[in-house]
């Protein structure tokens, strides 16, 4: 499996031959706008976790662009279909779906939602994908929660991609503790460093999960790591 990160909390997996893209937001983030050229990435799929604009704002340009199939909750379904979007799994919490990649399952995330045309965006969501090439969770924007402790029943996680940035979502000590609860100790961070609420200081982040006994991976924007 290849890990490509294009900042925040947009990266892009290969697996059995597909590419999934996630919460794509790469021009709005001055941190990756001239790292990333947003026309060269290619995907079969977007998964978006939540309707706020840090995880949809190039969405539909990506969408349109290559004809890949949006996997997302009912109500952003709604959203995309009115710019004019035809491809889309919707989906809600505790749902999942087998496609040519294998299996995503949606799980809850605790944190907000809505669109930045003011309408509901739905509950949040994680995403815990089964593949041929092992099992990832991706858990979106969220708090540590106790529901995590289910992810293992599902899966035997390969990698976890947690945020680690604190203020909106989980800092790295929750991430740990998250880790622990989906059993897994390779951690992919993001959601960090993008604004000035969430900047963090990287060795502090990576000794903390390293004294845990588990791994944090921070990805150079632009940079693919196999995983
Ligand atoms: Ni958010
Ligand atoms: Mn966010």
């Given at each position: 499996m290849k890990f490509t990160y294009y900042g925040h909390s947009c990266f892009l997996i290969e697996t059995n031959g597909k590419k999934i893209l996630f919460d794509p937001f790469i021009s709005p983030n001055e941190l990756a706008k001239d790292k990333v050229?947003?026309?060269h990435i290619e995907c079969d799929y977007i998964a978006i976790s939540h309707g706020h604009f840090d995880h949809i704002a190039d969405a539909e340009s990506i969408a349109k662009r290559t004809n890949a199939t949006i996997i997302c909750a009912y109500e952003l379904y709604e959203y995309f279909s009115k710019k004019g979007l035809t491809n889309f799994r919707p989906m809600n919490v505790g749902g999942k779906w087998t496609a040519d990649f294998g299996t995503v399952k949606c799980v809850s995330a605790v944190h907000s939602s809505n669109l930045p045309d003011g309408n509901y965006g739905a509950s949040p969501m994680g995403f815990v994908f089964n593949t041929n090439e092992g099992d990832f969770y991706y858990s979106g924007d969220?708090?540590?929660?106790?529901?995590?402790?289910?992810?293992p029943r599902w899966s035997k996680l390969k990698f976890a991609i947690l945020p680690i940035g604190d203020n909106f979502t989980m800092d790295v000590d929750d991430a740990i503790a998250a880790a622990d609860f989906v059993q897994c100790n390779k951690i992919i961070g993001v959601?960090?460093?993008?604004f000035g609420f969430i900047k963090i200081d990287h060795d502090v982040a990576k000794e903390k999960v390293s004294k845990a006994g588990k791994d944090l991976i921070l990805v150079d924007i632009g940079a693919t790591i196999e995983v």
């Open positions: 050229d947003i026309s969220t708090a540590l929660t106790m529901d995590m402790q289910l992810i959601h960090y460093d993008t």
